[in-house]
């Protein structure tokens, strides 16, 4: 069974760093694209950023371009999402979800979601 | 950037009913088009990619259809377990991907 578990959701000031942690079980994880998806709390989703299988393909939206970085370790099954200058704006649920084997861009497996919450 | 529209906003069915969700795309996405169901308080779920064809596990009552700008979800025989906020999501123009914004089904 894929199971997708994220961690490091905090409450941080703004202006401040956080680290968010995916764990993947279940599936060969450097086999898939990985991806972060956010969603303000009665809000849409958003697509954030996705990394290729062998981790040297990213991609970001230009929202959090520039501010923060994906990266993932293939030994320990983890994904990674390094989020810099943090603004009010960034808060929201983050999902890590593993891309479609026919297709890394469709996003077949989430996690439960970490949540972030950028307040002074 | 792509933009995709979705309609209804909410959508108030009764239970046996057939649901028809629209999602239209600012430019051409060919077939690359998915579709996901979230629940309260769960995460999304994929129901259909490439336009039409059906995620693992996911019931026929659940169809995909349509090209280039204008897509449609249908859900034949709605149960209540179907309420749910439908999201479309466009891959045309990787490496980025696009969320329309959502259509809720009510099951009264």
């Known amino acids: 069974e894929v199971q997708l578990v994220e961690s490091g959701g905090v409450v941080v000031q703004p202006g401040g760093s956080l680290r968010l942690s995916c764990a993947a079980s279940g599936f060969t994880f450097d086999d898939y694209t990985m991806h972060w998806v956010r969603q303000v709390p009665g809000r849409g989703l958003e697509w954030v950023s996705l990394i290729s299988w062998e981790g040297t393909g990213t991609s970001y939206a230009d929202s959090v371009k520039g501010r923060f970085t994906i990266s993932r370790d293939n030994r320990d099954n983890s994904l990674y999402l390094q989020m810099n200058s943090l603004r009010h704006d960034d808060t929201a649920f983050y999902y890590c979800?593993?891309?479609?084997?026919?297709?890394?861009?469709?996003?077949?497996?989430w996690g439960q979601g970490t949540l972030v919450t950028v307040s002074s | 950037d792509i933009v995709l529209t979705q309609s209804p906003g909410t959508l108030s069915l009764s239970p046996g009913e057939r649901a028809t969700l629209s999602c239209r795309a600012s430019q051409s996405v060919a077939v690359f088009l998915a579709w996901y169901q979230q629940k309260p308080g769960q995460a999304p779920r994929l129901l259909i990619y490439s336009a039409s064809s059906r995620a693992s596990g996911i019931p026929d009552r659940f169809s995909g259809s349509g090209s280039g700008t204008d897509f449609t979800l249908t859900i034949n025989r709605l149960e209540p377990e179907d309420s749910a906020v439908y999201y479309c999501q466009e891959y045309g123009r990787a490496p980025k991907l696009t969320f329309g914004g959502g259509t809720k089904v009510e099951i009264k």
């Open positions: 979800a593993k891309g479609h084997v026919d297709a890394g861009m469709v996003l077949d497996q």
